[in-house]
């Protein structure tokens, strides 16, 4: 199974909105509302900011969105601050309950 | 609070074996799968293996099957991984992780270890 497809890095400015894309097959991502989004700042472990496409988990900021179209999933986080500087991975559910992560964006804030 | 404490890891030859142990804590283990997930040095996150909640369900990803095994001891709210054959390529932070569900079917990972480390080198 290969890894969903992310863009290596997006960058913006304080207050911006950037969408971070997450591109699968009809084996995963286009099949299954099974999308998740995680965040990890540098030597910390993972931390999930969306569940089942588009929904947060208690405690995630609404800053923090979800959303898929056809094979690809896509993660909005809006008025940006200083302290989303991370790497974000999509993971998705595929075919015979196994699971396969995106390659990872790492988003700089100007 | 939940807490997830990894164990195990460590430097082995190529072809050796070890292994990993996650003693969990602060939930009703028995009742949530779990799923371990790795992280090659300055790589992204590669999902390796799950197991549902009574153990009798267990999956892999095509890289690691037939080398790796999961299981999990419930009277001892434990989750292992029994990692064989150990090539270069399964160097990694090896995370142990929770999942909101009892299957492995959900992708909803609520919780994660701070992983232990396996380097595999001669």
């Known amino acids: 199974q290969s890894a969903l497809t992310q863009p290596a890095s997006v960058s913006g400015s304080p207050g911006q909105s950037i969408t971070i894309s997450c591109t699968g097959t009809?084996?995963?991502?286009?099949?299954?509302?099974?999308v998740s989004w995680y965040q990890q700042h540098p030597g910390k472990a993972p931390k999930p900011l969306i569940y089942?496409?588009?929904n947060r988990p208690s405690g995630i900021s609404d800053r923090f969105s979800g959303s898929k179209s056809g094979n690809t999933a896509s993660l909005t986080i809006s008025g940006l601050q200083p302290e989303d500087e991370a790497d974000y991975y999509c993971?998705?559910?595929?075919?015979?309950?196994?699971?396969?992560f995106g390659s990872g964006t790492k988003v700089t804030v100007l | 609070e939940v807490q997830l404490l990894e164990s195990g890891g460590g430097l082995v030859q190529p072809g050796g074996s070890l292994r990993l142990s996650c003693a969990a804590s602060?939930?009703?283990?028995?009742?949530?799968?779990m799923s371990w997930v790795r992280q090659a040095p300055g790589k992204g996150l590669e999902w390796v293996s799950g197991?549902?909640?009574?153990?009798?369900?267990?999956f892999y990803a095509d890289s690691v099957k037939g080398r790796f095994t999961i299981s999990r001891d419930n009277s001892k709210n434990t989750l292992y991984l029994q990692v064989n054959n150990l090539r270069a390529e399964d160097t990694a932070l090896y995370y142990c992780?929770?999942?909101?569900?009892?299957?492995?079917?959900?992708?909803?990972?609520?919780?994660w270890g701070q992983g232990t480390l396996v380097t595999v080198s001669s």
């Open positions: 009809s084996s995963d991502v286009g099949t299954y509302n099974l």
């Open positions: 197991i549902n909640h009574s153990g009798d369900r267990r």
């Open positions: 992780t929770k999942e909101k569900g009892s299957e492995v079917d959900t992708v909803k990972v609520d919780s």
């Open positions: 602060g939930f009703t283990f028995s009742w949530f799968a």
């Open positions: 089942e496409v588009s």
């Open positions: 993971c998705s559910y595929v075919y015979g309950n196994t699971y396969v």
